[in-house]
Structure formats: structure tokens, C-alpha cells
């Protein structure tokens, strides 16, 4: 099945200042690529997320890139404020046959220092 | 416009015991998938339903099972919990099941001891 690592687990920095958060996923078949925020205590929330069929993506401060030969994507966030503090997950989904499977991975913890 | 709704918020049982958590789909959505969230990890795909069906499961024993109702609701259960079963259980409903935005609920959580 499909396999998702990324990295860092957790991420400081100094408000205004720019986050990458990078993952690599292992299924070649995987086509759909979402990245949700988790605020503490609160549900995962969609942020944005790119299709196969496209190189990069980008809405306001956010955006994400993606590396089908190399199988990885990166998540860009500029200009940090202390509200983008929270834990940011990647996916990959992967249709596989008569299965279809969302997976996560473990999870960067982003602290923005004001 | 409804969210996902799940209850219970927060349950307590016994190891060997069972337990069944609810979800309430958003509106117009007929797909449902749960998810298992262990502390400080990453959410970890238990199944998905498309009207009534089961048509995708991750690497959980039988003993978790679900169920999909007419109106797209649908009900995780879980036999003989284990110690390490204790978790946050999230569920999310799409507009489809093939790759697209997944709307959460807030999570029931479950502490087995």
C-alpha cells in the first residue's frame, strides 16, 4: 500500500519568516495530493491541494509543488503570523484497485514565534 | 448547511468491551470514511462507505466494522477493544470517495482501559 513520510516532525519560525514542510509518498499511482491544518483540539481542515496533472499550485500565502518523478511534494507557507501555528498533515491518495485510500502522514507541528 | 457530526465527543470503556460511534454526513455527501487518530500521528484510514458499500478498507482487523444508512449516516464499531484502540475516531464525509476535499468531525474520543 501506499506509504507517506514527512518531514520535519516540528518547525520554529520567526513570525514573517517562510515554512516548508516537505513528504514523499511511495504509490506512482497516487494522484491527489491534500494538505489539512489541525488546530489543537480542533478537526483537520483542508488548506489545498493538488492534483497529478499539475506542477504547483497557489492560494495567497500557501502553496504547494509537486515532484511526480521524484515522488515527493512540499508544502510553502510565506509570511508566517502566529495563527498559521498548528500541526499540518500531507496525503496522498491512491486509487488502487476496488480500494480507495487516503494516507496521512505523521504530521508537522509548525510553531510561528511573534 | 449541516457539518459532519459525531458523538459521542468522549467515551470510557474497558478492555474486552465494544463500543459504537456515530457520524452524521454533511449534507449532499454520500460517501463516508473513518479514520483512526493516535496521539501526536497522523490520521490512519480505517474504511470508506459509498452508499451503503464498503469499497475501501485499511490495515484494521475485522473487529472494526461499520455501517452506512440510507441517509448516508453511519456508525463505526468496535469488538473486544484492545488497550491500544484508545484513540481519536474521525469521521469524513466527500462529495465522492475518489479523491477530493474531506470534510471532518470534530472526533469522538475513545480511552480504553
Known amino acids: 500500500g501506499e506509504n507517506v513520510e514527512q518531514h520535519p516532525s516540528t518547525l520554529s519560525v520567526q513570525e514573517g519568516d517562510s515554512a516548508v514542510i516537505k513528504c514523499t509518498y511511495s504509490?506512482?499511482?497516487?494522484?491527489?495530493f491534500p494538505w489539512y491544518k489541525q488546530e489543537l483540539g480542533k478537526r483537520p481542515q483542508l488548506i489545498i491541494d493538488?492534483?497529478?496533472?499539475?506542477g504547483e499550485k497557489k492560494d495567497q500565502r500557501i502553496a504547494v509543488t509537486l515532484n511526480k518523478t521524484a515522488k515527493h511534494f512540499s508544502l510553502h507557507i510565506t509570511e508566517t503570523q502566529p495563527e498559521d501555528s498548528a500541526v499540518y498533515f500531507c496525503?496522498?491518495?491512491?486509487?488502487?484497485?476496488?480500494?480507495?485510500?487516503?494516507?496521512f502522514g505523521k504530521g508537522t507541528k509548525l510553531s510561528v514565534i511573534p | 448547511e449541516t457539518g459532519v457530526t459525531q458523538s459521542p465527543t468522549h467515551l470510557i470503556k474497558t478492555r474486552g468491551q465494544q463500543v459504537t460511534l456515530r457520524c452524521s454526513s454533511q449534507?449532499?455527501?454520500?460517501?463516508v470514511s473513518w479514520y483512526q487518530q493516535a496521539l501526536g500521528q497522523g490520521p490512519q484510514f480505517i474504511f470508506q462507505?459509498?452508499?451503503?458499500?464498503?469499497?475501501g478498507r485499511g490495515n484494521f482487523p475485522p473487529r472494526f466494522s461499520g455501517l452506512q444508512f440510507p441517509n448516508y449516516s453511519s456508525e463505526l464499531n468496535v469488538n473486544a477493544l484492545e488497550l491500544d484502540d484508545s484513540a481519536l475516531y474521525l469521521c469524513?464525509?466527500?462529495?465522492?470517495?475518489?479523491?477530493?476535499?474531506?470534510?471532518f468531525g470534530e472526533g469522538s474520543r475513545l480511552t480504553v482501559l
Open positions: 496525503a496522498a491518495y491512491s486509487p488502487g484497485a476496488g480500494s480507495y485510500q487516503l494516507t
Open positions: 449534507s449532499g455527501h454520500n460517501t
Open positions: 469524513a464525509s466527500s462529495l465522492t470517495g475518489r479523491g477530493g476535499e474531506l470534510f
Open positions: 504509490d506512482s499511482a497516487s494522484n491527489y
Open positions: 462507505y459509498y452508499r451503503e458499500e464498503e469499497n
Open positions: 493538488i492534483r497529478s496533472n499539475v
